[in-house]
């Protein structure tokens, strides 16, 4: 009876040894398989911060890409426009005269590329202006790009004799410094500046004007 005792007893702490046996590895395979699976995750999101990571410097170097473009572009745009302008003025000064053509034109060489530059120059200052992230860039280039656009496209009758349009103000004595301060935007964000603290060059007198030019009514060559 005692050996069978001694027996049932063996069986037994065998059977429970083994079920313990078993637990502890079903416990150890889960905490295993859950530190892998944490490894796995923390895996995947190094990974997607690192194509995140590259996805925003693609970004930043395409929008610094586009602020040096808009550094060379500007300036070659403004000064097209100025040539055109103070060519126009000057033929309808001459027609101005007894006996003048009273419609002049330009049929030099120099004046058809001028005109094609500035018809290129404004595509691609518009193209870059829709391109660039800052807000304040796009809000300073895109007065640029309406004044100097009107210097090419507005009658030179409406430059000398209206005192409403543009509030006669020489549309060259408002492009030239928001030129410049546009130039001092660019040269301090490519370097990765702030701009916060700069206000687009402007006044209520000329924000009204800068709105009125817009008019479809407003008289165009």
């Known amino acids: ?15 429970l040894s083994g079920a313990i046996s078993i637990l502890l590895q079903r416990g150890q ?23 995140e990571a590259a996805l925003r410097e693609e970004f930043n170097s395409e929008q610094r890409d586009i602020l040096r473009e808009l550094r060379q572009v500007t300036p070659r745009y ?27 034109e330009d049929a030099s060489e120099q004046a058809r590329e001028n005109l094609a530059q500035y018809r290129e120059l404004r595509e691609r200052l518009a193209i870059l202006l829709g391109q660039a992230e800052n807000e304040t860039v796009r809000e300073a280039g895109v007065i ?3 004044i100097g656009s009107d210097m090419v496209r ?6 000398t004799e209206s005192r409403s349009f543009y509030s006669g103000h020489d549309p060259q004595l408002l492009i030239v410094p928001r030129l410049e301060q546009f130039q001092d ?28 030019i817009r008019s479809p009514q407003m008289p165009r060559d």
């Open 29 to 51: 395979h889960k905490h295993a398989l859950e530190v892998q699976q944490r490894e796995w995750k923390n895996e995947r999101a190094a990974r997607n911060e690192e194509r």
């Open 78 to 104: 403004v000064h097209v426009s100025q040539w055109i302008y103070q060519r126009k003025l000057e033929l309808w000064r001459e027609s101005q005269k007894p006996g003048a053509n009273p419609e002049p």
């Open 144 to 146: 640029i790009e309406i």
């Open 185 to 212: 935007m660019l040269n301090r964000l490519l370097p990765r500046e702030s701009i916060d603290g700069i206000i687009v060059y402007s006044s209520t007198e000329e924000d009204a004007m800068i709105t009125a």
């Open 1 to 15: 009876m005692e050996a069978w005792s001694g027996f049932a007893g063996a069986v037994v702490g065998g059977a």
């Open 154 to 159: 507005v009658h030179p009758r409406t430059w």
